[in-house]
C-alpha cells in the first residue's frame, strides 16, 4: 500500500507558476500510474492528470492540457505537477494519487485506490 504526502501549493496571482510535489512511501512506485485531481470550494473532485508506469504515457483534463505538465522521477519516488499561466479558476485543493491497474487515460474517468490529504493552490486575480 502506498502513501502519498503533496507539497507545493500556496497563494499566487494570475498568470504565475507553481510546481507541485507528491512523496510516495510503502511501496513500489514505479508499477503505480500516479494521477493529480482538484476540488474547488462547493464542487466535485476532478481529474487533472496522470502518468503512467514508466512514464511512457500522459494525459491531461482539456482545460490543463497546454498549461499544466505531469513529471514523475522513479529514482525519487516522487511525481509532479507543473502549473503555468495560473488563472483564477484553478483555485483547488490538489490531490495527489495512484492506481497499480489502471492505464493515464483511465485515470480520467475512474477513482483511484490511493490518495493523499491534499495541498491548497489559490491563484487571486
Known amino acids: 500500500q502506498v502513501q502519498l504526502v503533496e507539497s507545493g501549493g500556496g497563494l499566487v496571482q494570475a498568470g504565475d507558476s507553481l510546481r507541485l510535489s507528491c512523496a510516495a512511501s510503502?511501496?513500489?512506485?514505479?508499477?503505480?500510474?500516479m494521477g493529480w485531481f482538484r476540488q474547488a470550494p462547493g464542487k466535485e473532485r476532478e481529474f487533472v492528470a496522470a502518468?503512467?508506469?514508466?512514464?511512457?504515457?500522459?494525459y491531461y483534463q482539456r482545460s490543463v492540457k497546454d498549461r499544466f505538465t505531469i513529471s514523475r522521477d522513479d529514482a525519487k519516488n516522487m511525481v509532479y505537477l507543473q502549473l503555468n499561466s495560473l488563472k483564477p479558476e484553478d483555485t483547488a485543493v490538489y490531490y495527489c494519487?495512484?492506481?497499480?491497474?489502471?492505464?493515464?487515460?483511465?485515470?480520467?474517468?475512474?477513482?483511484?485506490?490511493?490518495w493523499g490529504q491534499g495541498t491548497q493552490v489559490t491563484v487571486s486575480s
Open positions: 494519487a495512484a492506481d497499480q491497474l489502471m492505464t493515464a487515460r483511465a485515470m480520467g474517468g475512474a477513482r483511484p485506490d490511493y
Open positions: 502518468i503512467s508506469w514508466g512514464g511512457s504515457s500522459t
Open positions: 510503502g511501496g513500489a512506485f514505479s508499477s503505480y500510474t
